[in-house]
């Protein structure tokens, strides 16, 4: 199974800040990874696939980069609305796994 | 895209449960379509997958041998049969709809249904 690591796992950031968030595969996935969001008590919801193109309707300060097994996350100017756990997942090979996720948290 | 989630309720260990997912907006035979579940807490867990075709299912190792993806095209439903439930399987167990393009390379969750909650405890 291909593991997926998420770090950092909780992040403390302020509206306006550059946040970035790592995640690394136990194997080369090329690009075959999403990005997702979760609100609490709200469904996780798609923002990023194949490692770097935003989901339709999704706000450009959202980003992500990467190939391999190394990947980033950027928003470029966290809003309010921002924060929330966010989650890889990898769709490389069977079984798909997602990254333990990380929560961001106003500073 | 629509995706309506019926079907999880309280059940004793050892016990069955099929779960339901209604579909519209899209044709159920152009994408993949999976079952996600998310324990209380925890990160989602992806349980099973069946190809645009209905030709391939895929299980995670958790729930191999115990569980069934199946669907029905001319109702647009997609169904999750569980078997031998422990409780480990209590999760919130979400529909979600693959991406576009050939497979296995749309293999993201791209729509997702609101849930239903599986309990399983005696």
């Known amino acids: 199974d291909i593991q997926m690591t998420q770090s950092p796992s909780t992040l403390s950031a302020s509206v306006g800040d550059r946040v970035t968030i790592t995640c690394r595969a136990s194997?080369?996935?090329?690009?075959?990874l999403a990005w997702y969001q979760q609100k609490p008590g709200e469904v996780p919801k798609l923002l990023i696939y194949?490692?770097?193109r935003l989901e339709s309707g999704v706000p450009s300060r959202f980003s992500g980069g990467g190939s391999g097994t190394e990947f980033t996350f950027t928003i470029s100017s966290l809003q309010s609305d921002d924060f929330a756990t966010y989650y890889c997942?990898?769709?490389?090979?069977?079984?798909?796994?997602f990254g333990g996720g990380t929560k961001v948290e106003i500073k | 895209v629509q995706l309506v989630e019926s079907g999880g309720r309280l059940v004793q260990p050892g016990r069955s449960l099929r779960l339901s997912c209604a579909t519209s907006?899209?044709?159920?035979?152009?994408?993949?379509m999976h079952w996600v579940r998310q324990a209380p807490g925890k990160g989602p867990e992806w349980v099973a997958v069946?190809?645009?075709?209905?030709?391939?299912?895929f299980y995670a190792d958790s729930v191999k041998g115990r569980f069934t993806i199946s669907r029905d095209i001319s109702k647009k439903m997609l169904y999750l049969q569980m078997n031998s439930l422990r409780g480990g399987d209590t999760a919130v167990y979400y529909c979600?709809?693959?991406?576009?393009?050939?497979?296995?390379?749309?293999?993201?969750?791209?729509?997702w249904g609101q849930g239903t909650l599986v309990t399983v405890s005696s």
């Open positions: 979600a709809r693959g991406g576009f393009g050939l497979w296995p390379t749309n293999l993201w969750f791209h729509y």
């Open positions: 907006g899209f044709t159920l035979s152009d994408y993949p």
């Open positions: 069946m190809s645009y075709d209905g030709s391939k299912e």
């Open positions: 194997q080369s996935i090329v690009g075959w």
């Open positions: 194949q490692a770097s």
């Open positions: 997942q990898q769709y490389s090979s069977f079984p798909l796994t």
